[in-house]
């Protein structure tokens, strides 16, 4: 191991709590908001330990309840878990959020901030300014019931699995056999999947309506018209605007959808089928088995952590030190949420990644793109406050899906047999591009959901079925799954727990596929740049970190055309 990651990894000493602070309850963290709450900030030192001490504070109450979150998501069945997460939002969060809006005024007021001139303290300056202007009390309880109501999501779909041959599978292992050549197993299973998720929509449906109307009381108590334009604001989208989204939109309908809908009449030609049904879809168009390039989590990590090396010897580092930490969890089981995430850990700046791996090729995308994340908390740790690395997601996801595309020339450390090699990078710039007009779709219906909030049951479910119309390719036949159907966007954790955040995967993988570009045509140039955009954390504006990394921001018609046709030549090399 190199000498960097030979040294142990501890949290950073604290100087402001105590080492050994215990979070159990308010009154184990009142002192200390107190004690900032009463300073006077007289000389620009005063200012400079505030801001310090804030951030230690910051750093320290998010790692807390990152832990939380991560137990409880692992598993599900724990009740014990759930308080836990359920305890720090419902009764300590909601006393936090005064003072954090206390906090945000005395460094807004103070003529001390005037002397940062550098863009990081601009930027943070500029984002406290922002949650001084969305802050009002009355949605302390509401943002309080919220962040519990919208782990529910997890609660209800990772108690979901299905019995086959006497075999309990969960979602993500069920998945699986929808790649099997044999089409009776496939429809078998898919109606398994199909029938147990149908027995939780209503409860979906009844959770979704409670969320939509708590967010929509949030956005008019902080004077917005709609929730949609409060959490634009929200999400502090600085650098575009609404018809930037709905460009967004157009371009991918008018420019992708072409070449998403040829690319699987190729497909389906091959399967020889009268009719491509929803469990066709995912099938190899020959009759192969689905790829498996792996075996169980430890052989997933350990093969991550080749390719990482190879790469740039530090990614490797990253993912080793994590694992030395026991920051993994990559398999899927019984009660554990669905999806996978990379959650950041502020004080120890080393992440945590969760994953449902279950040894499909998909399981290796999302273990790279999850280590594109935690490479960049690595590569930001060191950043000065913890605002410097509470990024915009826009940033976030170009470093994860930049990282699915960087690997794509080691898989061979997967892959021994060429032509599943080929048949792994061909599945991976097909999904590339039809994710885009997924979230096109995913980002529109939210548009409509929040600018209609009085919208009932049958009217999300026939919008959403226009909206797939629009950027669908019309070549499946859902006939006799209709029902299932329309509830499909039931399945997109997004629109529950973090609505809203979704276009984002879209802008980056835009840049992503610029990054891979600038990669093949120079290899060490284009890393050297990437690292250094993910160095910045955020301080800089999206457009500046999109430029270190060598790349445009950028996603109108013609550049989403130009970028689609790399892709598309690059699939033809695959031919």
Not at 320 to 330: A, F, K, P, V
Not at 392 to 397: F, G, L, Q, R, T
Not at 513 to 542: C, F, H
Request: glycine share 4%.
């Amino acid at each position: 191991m190199p000498l960097f990651f030979a040294m142990k990894l501890d949290k950073k000493e604290r100087k402001f709590l105590p080492q050994d602070l215990k979070i159990n309850t308010w009154e184990d963290l009142k002192n200390y908001f107190e004690d900032l709450n009463q300073r006077n900030l007289e000389t620009k030192s005063d200012f400079d330990k505030f801001l310090e001490d804030v951030s230690e504070l910051e750093a320290v109450l998010e790692e807390d309840v990152a832990w939380r979150y991560i137990k409880m998501t692992i598993d599900t069945k724990d009740q014990a878990l759930a308080e836990s997460y359920s305890k720090f939002m419902s009764e300590i969060q909601p006393q936090i959020s005064p003072y954090d809006d206390k906090f945000n005024r005395k460094i807004n007021d103070s003529a001390f901030k005037n002397e940062y001139p550098t863009s990081d303290y601009k930027i943070f300056f500029r984002g406290i300014q922002n949650s001084i202007e969305l802050f009002r009390e009355a949605n302390i309880p509401l943002h309080s019931e919220l962040a519990n109501e919208s782990q529910e999501y997890g609660a209800i779909t990772g108690a979901q699995s299905i019995e086959l041959d006497g075999e309990k599978l969960t979602m993500q292992q069920a998945s699986v056999k929808l790649k099997d050549p044999d089409r009776a197993l496939r429809k078998k299973v898919f109606e398994l999947i199909v029938d147990r998720r149908l027995q939780d929509s209503d409860k979906l449906e009844e959770l979704y309506e409670r969320l939509q109307s708590k967010r929509t009381q949030v956005a008019k108590n902080a004077d917005f018209e709609n929730y949609r334009d409060y959490k634009f604001k929200d999400l502090g989208r600085f650098d575009y605007e609404l018809k930037d989204c709905f460009d967004f939109h157009e371009s991918v309908r008018t420019e992708i959808v072409p070449i998403v809908k040829s690319l699987q009449e190729k497909k389906y030609a091959k399967m020889n089928l009268d009719s491509i049904r929803p469990y066709d879809t995912d099938v190899d168009p020959e009759g192969r088995a689905p790829l498996k390039p792996f075996e169980g989590g430890e052989e997933l990590l350990k093969k991550s952590v080749e390719i990482f090396e190879k790469i740039d010897p530090y990614f490797g580092d990253c993912l080793r030190t994590m694992n030395m930490l026991g920051h993994l969890d990559l398999d899927s089981k019984d009660g554990k949420s669905p999806g996978g995430y990379n959650y950041p850990l502020y004080e120890i700046g080393v992440p945590f990644i969760f994953m449902n791996s279950v040894g499909a090729q998909r399981d290796l995308v999302t273990m790279m793109h999850e280590g594109g994340h935690a490479v960049h908390s690595f590569l930001s740790r060191d950043l000065k406050l913890t605002g410097f690395k509470s990024l915009p997601s826009e940033v976030a996801e170009l470093a994860s899906m930049s990282m699915e595309l960087l690997s794509m020339d080691y898989w061979d450390v997967f892959y021994d047999d060429q032509e599943e090699l080929k048949r792994a990078k061909i599945e991976q710039l097909e999904t590339l591009l039809s994710i885009l007009p997924w979230v096109a779709t995913v980002d529109k219906f939210q548009h409509w959901l929040y600018t209609n909030p009085n919208n009932q049951a049958e009217d999300r479910s026939q919008k959403w079925l226009e909206i797939n119309e629009e950027f669908g390719t019309g070549l499946v036949n859902w006939s006799g799954y209709e029902t299932y159907r329309k509830n499909t966007w039931h399945r997109q954790l997004h629109i529950f727990e973090v609505p809203f955040y979704y276009i984002e995967y879209g802008i980056a993988q835009l840049g992503a596929i610029a990054v891979w570009k600038n990669y093949k045509e120079d290899p060490e140039k284009a890393i050297r740049q990437y690292k250094e955009a993910l160095k910045l954390g955020y301080t800089k504006s999206i457009p500046e970190i999109y430029e270190t990394a060598g790349i445009r921001f950028d996603f109108s018609k013609a550049y989403i055309s130009e970028l689609a046709d790399f892709v598309k030549a690059e699939l033809k090399k695959l031919d």
